[in-house]
C-alpha cells in the first residue's frame, strides 16, 4: 500500500530512470500522457455521474456502459489517489469490453472527487490530507459502502442480473475488493487486486472462506520484495477455500504500476495485467 517506503522506493526508481536513459525515457516511465488503448471491436458507450445512498452519506461515483443492452456488471475500488481522470478512462475502456463500470469515491465521507490535481503522486502533503480519510475507511464502513454499491449496481437498466459482479482494486482497493467478495458471495463472483496493499493480514485471510469468487492478484515486484511471503499466504488461503486464484509477481514493477497517469505506470505490464482481467471476467462472468 502507498506510504513513505513506497513513495522512497518510486523516487529512486524514476530517478535511476533519468540517470540511465534520460528525460524523454524518464518520463515515458513515468506515465506522462498515457493514453490507454481502446480495445479491439470497442463498444459504444454512455457514462454519467451518480449520486449513490449509503448508510453514512451520499458518495459520488462515475458509471458508465455500453449504449444498449444488458451487461455483467464490475465495482471498481481505485487507489488511494481516488476517482480522477485516469480511473474515468480505465472505466470506459472496460466499457469499451462490455461490461457496466461503477467507479466509486471511497472518500466520500471526507470529500468529492477528484481530489488531486493532474500529475499529482503520492506524496508526504498528499498522505497528510488523506490520512485522516483513511480512518474513516474501517472494514465495516467498507462492507456497508460495498452492499449499498452492489445493491446500487442491481437496480441500474444496463446491468444483467442474470451473470456475475466482478470487482477490481488498486493499492488500498485491494482489501475493498476482498471485503466486496465476501459480503455479497451470491453476485460477487471475480475479483481482481493490482498492486494491493494489506491483503495478507489474518483479519482479509478469514474472510476468503466467504467467498465464491475467482480471483487475480497481480502483485508489484518491489512490492513482494518488503513481503515475499504475503503471495504464499493467499495462494495457500485461496487453495484451502477451493476458489480459483491467479496470483503472480509482475516483473520489474513498482507499487502502483497500472493506472495510466502514475509516475511509474509501466505500460507493457499494465497491459498484461489488463489482458488477465478480461480473461477473468470472460470466464467467471460468463
Not at 464490475?74 to 472496460?94: H, N, S, Y
Not at 460495498?146 to 442480473?161: G, L, S
Not at 511471503?229 to 509482475?250: C, H, N, T
Request: glycine fraction near 10%.
Amino acid at each position: 500500500m502507498c506510504d513513505d517506503l513506497t513513495e522512497a522506493d518510486n523516487a529512486r526508481f524514476l530517478a535511476d530512470a533519468m540517470t540511465r536513459r534520460g528525460f524523454g525515457a524518464a518520463a515515458a516511465v513515468a506515465g506522462i500522457g498515457v493514453l490507454l488503448p481502446a480495445p479491439a471491436n470497442a463498444l459504444a458507450i454512455k457514462g454519467r455521474d451518480v449520486a449513490i445512498a449509503t448508510p453514512d452519506g451520499t458518495a459520488d461515483a462515475y458509471f458508465v456502459a455500453p449504449s444498449g443492452g444488458k451487461h455483467p456488471a464490475v465495482l471498481v475500488w481505485p487507489d488511494i489517489m481516488g476517482l480522477r481522470p485516469a480511473f474515468r478512462q480505465m472505466a470506459d475502456r472496460l466499457a469499451q469490453s462490455g461490461y457496466a463500470v461503477l467507479t466509486v469515491n471511497q472518500f466520500y465521507r471526507s470529500t468529492k472527487a477528484p481530489f488531486v490535481t493532474p500529475g499529482q503522486g503520492f506524496d508526504a502533503v498528499l498522505g497528510e490530507k488523506v490520512g485522516p480519510w483513511r480512518k474513516l475507511l474501517t472494514p465495516e464502513a467498507t462492507s456497508r459502502d460495498a452492499a449499498a454499491f452492489v445493491a446500487w449496481i442491481d437496480r441500474q437498466p444496463e446491468v444483467n442480473r442474470k451473470r456475475g459482479i466482478g470487482t477490481t482494486g488498486y493499492c488500498m482497493g485491494g482489501p475493498m475488493v476482498m471485503l466486496t467478495a465476501a459480503g455479497s458471495p451470491a453476485r460477487v463472483r471475480a475479483g481482481a487486486t493490482f498492486h494491493g496493499g494489506g491483503m495478507a493480514t489474518d483479519a482479509m485471510l478469514a474472510r476468503i472462506p466467504e467467498m465464491k469468487a475467482s480471483y487475480l492478484v497481480a502483485i508489484a515486484a518491489n512490492d513482494d520484495a518488503k513481503a515475499p511471503g504475503d503471495k504464499d499466504k493467499l495462494r495457500a488461503a485461496f487453495a484451502a477455500a477451493k476458489l480459483p486464484a491467479e496470483i503472480e509477481v509482475y516483473p520489474g514493477t513498482m507499487h502502483g504500476w497500472c493506472p495510466p497517469d502514475s509516475k511509474v505506470h509501466d505500460q507493457a505490464q499494465a497491459d498484461r495485467a489488463w489482458e488477465r482481467l478480461l480473461a477473468l471476467f470472460g470466464k467467471a462472468l460468463a
